[in-house]
């Protein structure tokens, strides 16, 4: 008998991953925009993310929608909890994604308009996921099966460290992405942004890394920290998971030492794999919990033939999502230049 | 009545939906609309056919991405403000959400790039199937929504466990519940007719506007949509009644109290009238200044006149939905429909005496229906949720049971927020598809697109001068 919460647990942890990794170079971006030189840069910028950023949004909505369907307390627990930093990350949504179009379409004092809109869209949306990813990790107040917290209850000095740090990560790979798709004096600026992303990234999940320790005493434990009298390490529950900040550091070492090096695709790859590291990282931090420290994935999973239903058509169309996915991105390889006219 | 929660909660989803809502109905359309534009192109290779695609392609732009923002605000919303309902119904509605993501928005969001920014990058074959799979995308999404959505109209399948939450006993009864075929042909339906009247008032502007120009002699690209948008309409308004009849039986069966209320029933009784206006008063009980045509009621439901139809006196009043918008939604929608139906009647025959383009009173006529398939499909919507009221699951959930334990103030915050920024971004989004609309079809040729050298004869790009070619698959 096949395990369906927990399947379904990993599937929603991937939807997730690739949600994070994919839109957030469009983010990246996004929060990037301001530092541009000129309409012509930031065309092209945007060029290199309006054929695949609708796609890369679509793996939010999967996670929105296997959450509320794999894990329906779950859902229905997080999202009144998080409802003010969702309701931004909305919002950020809606002016960065129509952005896209307008920016096209408008003139002159539109375009600067639109222009505004797609970089402070994307910085809201980023700061925003920020604060959810902080707030789900350091936990929701339950009772009954439902919210019982305040409104505020994701506003703390962790939850806005994690929000710069994702803002800060998004940046890094949005700049590594543009190295890869861009030329000339945009490719140097992007090299520019991504050192500077990387070392800013590289303080900031340190930072974040520390302070998750003392959030809860189940994290420190995790970890084989403890906390509680004066300070004493499990060596054997900590080595194993040393794996975890070793890949972050291989990483970053990828993003500075292959941009120096002056290679244009290894840095995004470092990019990508420093994100995968600091998954890992929170998902061994808090896992079973999916409404942490409340709710595990199995006490919110739906009924297993909603999930086995849901499993068989996953099945089935997953592959093919993944593989017009990678057609799509296959189709639009290369360096994007000025040239690249819209539709 | 007090502004809680609730309240301010019903108000948001409303105005959310309505704003979403406008733009499916239009693009389910309009992508269909394109792939029959690029097949004709491809197989016909008339210019003209290339010019309304790349034309078209502009505006569908414009409305898909406003589409999918202010979608995604839905999808999310179900879990802000109502999250009661997605803990107790979670594992019976939510694979039909998760269905529609997983067969519709992935497929709909990939090959809208190609088909937005494939033109040099990939041969006119595969773009035509890109835009062809867009198409489909925006149906399936169309099929999966209408099924969850009739479920809480007609609920079926499920049983509700030892702690609250419903499990669902027989998924093909949920999917398949008794309202969903009718309510998916009456909404596909309505998008086709919304787009053919968005696309024949644009067309019919041109026209007209050309008749103050040089003569215009042959057929252009405005006299080309214009008949393919009346046809559309003359074929599809009558079948469109016959749909919402369809839809309305089913209601009559099976959603008793939403009937009493569209039809402002309050006495239970055989021989019902039939009520063309009248205020309903749900305190009175009664409706006022009413104008009904006595006994032929039961007819218009397919019903023996002798049988009994019940009014709104058959339920306790916590158990009635609010008659007003019901009634006049439900009357608004009919009128619209109906001059629909004028206009394609009327536009076949002048069709047929090849008056069409000198008839002006008509060109203005199609003008103004514009935007009325936007306003029927309010209406229907309107009158299909209120009328469901006071239960968000018909019967089974109450909607005052099902919204989140969140504050006041945080969901007045939110309808704030949404009101704000969607004014912006849909007056500006309406305002540049206005601008294109009146431009016309030219404005397709004053832009970037495939370069002239390779578009006649063939289709829409070979890009024999692009380093990096990806020939498909």
Redesign the interface.
Known sequence: MLDLPLIWAGLIATAVLLYVMLDGFDLGVGILFPFAKSKEERDVMMNTI???W??N??W???G???L???F??A??????AL??P??LM??G???R??A???RF??RNR?RKF?TQMFAGGSILTALAQGLILGGFIQGVTVQD????GG?FDWLTPYTLLVAAGIVAGYALLGGAWLMMKTKDSLHGDAKRWTLISAAAVGGLLAAVSVATLFIHPRIASRWGFDLGSGFAVDWPTLAPLLAIPALGLIGLWLVVGMARRGSHRWPFAGALLLFLSGYLGLAASFMPYIAPYAVTFRQAA??D??LG??LA??AV??PA?LG??A??Y?????KVDTEA??? | MEFDALLLSRLQFAFTIAFHILFPAFTIGLAAFLAVLEGLWLWTKRDAFKVLYLFWVKIFALSFGMGVVSGIVLSYQFGTNWSEFIRLTGGVIGPLLAFEVLTAFFLEASFLGVMLFGWRKVGPKLHFTATCLVAIGTSISAFWILSANSWMQTPQGFEIMADGRFQATDFMQVIFNPSFPSRLVHMLLAAFLTTGLVVGAASAYRVLKERNGPAVTGWNESRISLVMAVGLVAVLAPLQLLAGHWSGEVAHEHQPSKTAAIEGYWETRADQPLNLFGIPDRDAQKNHFEVSIPGVGNAIQNVPKDQVIQGLDAWPREDQPPPFIPFFGFRIMVGLGLLMIALGGVGAILIWRRRLFDSPWFLRFCVAMGPSGFLAVLAGWMVTEVGRQPWLVYGVLRTRDAVSPVATAEVATSLIAYITVYSIVFTAGALFILRLMAEGPVAALAEPAPRQDRAPGSALAKAPEDTTPGEGV
Do not use: K
């Open positions: 309006a054929p695949v609708d796609g949004e679509t939010l909505v999967l929105g929608g296997g509320l369907a794999a329906p307390l859902y229905s627990v997080l999202m009144p409802y003010l969702v309701l909305l919002a949504l809606i002016l994604g129509v896209f179009e307008f379409r408008a539109g639109w099966h439902r919210f019982a409104p739906a009924p033939n909603a239903l849901m058509g996953t169309i997953l999502i017009y996915t057609w799509v296959w189709v639009f390889r290369g006219g819209y539709h």
